[in-house]
């Protein structure tokens, strides 16, 4: 209906949702495990996941509206969200989509354009972005920290010092993310996001190998029915225990982020069946393949290393250190592409602004040629690109100098989008276009979903800042250790 040829099915959905939902988020489950205890560990993985389900079904009715079946499409998240909630009619063929998100006051038609939801929606979806790529630089330079660590106590054994200091590789992980993102858009990087996928089932599967043979030479399960302990020996304090707490819950949300990519998979299929029907058994097979791994990682995870587990569990194995510098290293390549995946609809959106506001400036519109060695035709870029885009990703490399930890910023990542993107705008937007009736039974059970998820939103935030702000007390800016 659009001239565009489809042809996506249920399977190759799925792939996309599985891909979506693991990364490198799955490494905090069994800390998270931790905080949480035997007993409610396992009931927020199961509990997050089915949220993320149900929510997921909402919102692939939302790809067309105001018809499920018949509606026009919506070809992004922000598109749906201002057709379904734009006090305007909106088409989303127009030239203008889901880039006018980006907030500006200058131009008084993309003022205009939707409600208060929309700029909201806005300024969560790229904050969490923004922040998702500080997080994967991080945790990038931590897995580079561990490869050296590892080999480091293989060779000197198992009691030498191998204390490692990580400024260096933040710095080198920034200056390859300068020359990928060079690249033109997000279609080019395809290559990068599928090498990517396959490293992040590698360093899954190796994690939940090593946790299974600790577990079973342990000869025991760790841990216990509550988590960790206040007080006493190995215990900690009760502030530090509700910070953690809390922030595990981010770190279990943050685990399960996947609405902000829904709509864009579902683009991919084709019809019939009509695509919300094959999204919804497409989100059924991925999400259920997630929990039920993550069920396993966090719960193995827990019994190997009880309250002691580590905030990313690699950092726990030093043997075999092949396998575990295996692991290391996928997770170091699936972050190179991951980091792409997620600034360049930032790059987009931003670099679209600016040529539509300056459009006779050469320094955003004059294409430059460069020729490379083995290479067909020319690289072309603009001075803009080269600048801004550079700059963008320095940006964010000194802010990963500056919050050298890793759980505390997958906590805050995970609470800032499971209330408004995984929840809010799915359940809000079903219930326009649904025509639900207020005051219903439906309506009432859908709110109060929403008010749920806006506590553990909270709770989760309260919990991470806290944590952010008693480790910057104990950390030394621009010295990352591991």
């Given at each position: 209906?659009?001239?565009?040829?489809?042809?996506?099915?249920?399977?190759?959905?799925?792939?996309?949702?599985?891909?979506?939902?693991?990364?490198?988020?799955?490494?905090a489950l069994p800390w998270s495990v931790a905080q949480m205890?035997?007993?409610?560990?396992?009931?927020?993985?199961v509990g997050c996941a089915y949220i993320t389900y149900f929510?997921?079904?909402?919102?692939?009715?939302?790809?067309?509206?105001?018809?499920?079946?018949?509606?026009?499409?919506?070809?992004?998240?922000?598109?749906?969200?201002?057709?379904?909630?734009?006090?305007?009619?909106?088409?989303?063929?127009?030239?203008?989509?889901?880039?006018?998100?980006?907030?500006?006051?200058?131009?008084?038609?993309?003022?205009?354009?939707?409600?208060?939801?929309?700029?909201?929606?806005?300024?969560?979806?790229?904050?969490?972005?923004?922040?998702?790529?500080?997080?994967?630089?991080?945790?990038?330079?931590?897995?580079?920290?561990?490869?050296?660590?590892?080999?480091?106590?293989?060779?000197?054994?198992?009691?030498?010092?191998?204390?490692?200091?990580?400024?260096?590789?933040?710095?080198?992980?920034?200056?390859?993310?300068?020359?990928?993102?060079?690249?033109?858009?997000?279609?080019?990087?395809?290559?990068?996001?599928?090498?990517?996928?396959?490293?992040?089932?590698?360093?899954?599967?190796?994690?939940?190998?090593?946790?299974?043979?600790?577990?079973?030479?342990?000869?025991?399960?760790?841990?216990?029915?509550?988590?960790?302990?206040?007080?006493?020996?190995?215990?900690?304090?009760?502030?530090?225990?509700?910070?953690?707490?809390?922030?595990?819950?981010?770190?279990?949300?943050?685990?399960?982020?996947?609405?902000?990519?829904?709509?864009?998979?579902?683009?991919?299929?084709?019809?019939?069946?009509?695509?919300?029907?094959?999204?919804?058994?497409?989100?059924?097979?991925?999400?259920?393949?997630?929990?039920?791994?993550?069920?396993?990682?966090?719960?193995?995870?827990?019994?190997?290393?009880?309250?002691?587990?580590?905030?990313?569990?690699?950092?726990?194995?030093?043997?075999?250190?092949?396998?575990?510098?295996?692991?290391?290293?996928a997770v170091v390549v699936h972050l190179v592409g991951a980091?792409?995946?997620?600034?360049?609809?930032?790059?987009?959106?931003?670099?679209?602004?600016?040529?539509?506001?300056?459009?006779?400036?050469?320094?955003?519109?004059?294409?430059?040629?460069?020729?490379?060695?083995?290479?067909?035709?020319?690289?072309?870029?603009?001075?803009?690109?080269?600048?801004?885009?550079?700059?963008?990703?320095?940006?964010?490399?000194?802010?990963?100098?500056?919050?050298?930890?890793?759980?505390?910023?997958?906590?805050?990542?995970?609470?800032?989008?499971?209330?408004?993107?995984?929840?809010?705008?799915?359940?809000?937007?079903?219930?326009?276009?649904?025509?639900?009736?207020?005051?219903?039974?439906?309506?009432?059970?859908?709110?109060?979903?929403?008010?749920?998820?806006?506590?553990?939103?909270?709770?989760?935030?309260?919990?991470?800042?806290?944590?952010?702000?008693?480790?910057?007390?104990?950390?030394?800016?621009?010295?990352?250790?591991?």
């Amino acid at each position: 209906d659009d001239g565009r040829v489809r042809t996506g099915t249920v399977w190759t959905a799925t792939t996309h949702a599985i891909t979506a939902v693991i990364g490198s988020g799955v490494l905090a489950l069994p800390w998270s495990v931790a905080q949480m205890g035997w007993v409610l560990g396992p009931i927020a993985l199961v509990g997050c996941a089915y949220i993320t389900y149900f929510t997921a079904c909402l919102l692939s009715d939302c790809y067309r509206s105001p018809d499920p079946v018949h509606g026009k499409r919506n070809y992004t998240y922000m598109d749906a969200v201002r057709s379904c909630l734009g006090n305007n009619k909106y088409n989303p063929q127009t030239n203008f989509s889901w880039h006018h998100a980006c907030l500006s006051s200058d131009n008084h038609d993309h003022a205009h354009a939707g409600p208060r939801e929309v700029v909201v929606c806005g300024i969560t979806q790229y904050t969490i972005l923004c922040g998702a790529v500080v997080g994967y630089t991080i945790t990038a330079a931590t897995g580079i920290m561990s490869v050296v660590r590892s080999n480091c106590r293989h060779y000197k054994g198992h009691g030498a010092d191998c204390s490692q200091e990580g400024t260096m590789y933040l710095v080198m992980f920034g200056v390859v993310e300068v020359v990928l993102s060079q690249l033109p858009s997000l279609e080019k990087v395809t290559f990068v996001s599928i090498v990517a996928a396959v490293m992040s089932f590698t360093y899954s599967f190796v994690a939940l190998f090593l946790s299974a043979a600790k577990f079973a030479s342990n000869h025991r399960a760790d841990g216990t029915i509550f988590g960790s302990h206040i007080g006493g020996p190995g215990g900690v304090s009760a502030a530090t225990r509700t910070w953690s707490f809390l922030q595990a819950l981010g770190n279990i949300a943050f685990a399960y982020t996947y609405a902000m990519l829904l709509i864009e998979i579902q683009d991919t299929v084709k019809a019939p069946p009509s695509e919300n029907v094959t999204m919804k058994r497409a989100s059924l097979y991925g999400i259920g393949v997630t929990t039920a791994f993550y069920v396993s990682l966090g719960c193995v995870g827990y019994a190997a290393f009880g309250n002691a587990a580590p905030g990313n569990i690699l950092t726990g194995f030093d043997e075999p250190f092949w396998l575990v510098d295996l692991a290391n290293i996928a997770v170091v390549v699936h972050l190179v592409g991951a980091y792409q995946v997620y600034v360049q609809p930032v790059f987009a959106c931003y670099e679209k602004k600016l040529r539509a506001r300056y459009p006779d400036a050469a320094f955003f519109h004059r294409e430059l040629a460069l020729r490379l060695p083995g290479r067909r035709g020319a690289l072309r870029f603009t001075m803009a690109k080269l600048v801004l885009r550079t700059a963008f990703v320095v940006a964010t490399t000194v802010v990963s100098l500056m919050l050298p930890f890793f759980n505390a910023i997958l906590g805050l990542l995970g609470a800032a989008a499971f209330f408004p993107l995984t929840v809010y705008f799915p359940v809000t937007m079903y219930i326009t276009q649904a025509k639900v009736p207020r005051g219903s039974g439906k309506w009432v059970a859908l709110q109060a979903l929403n008010v749920g998820a806006l506590v553990v939103s909270l709770l989760a935030a309260v919990g991470s800042v806290a944590d952010i702000v008693q480790r910057l007390r104990h950390v030394t800016m621009f010295k990352t250790q591991l």
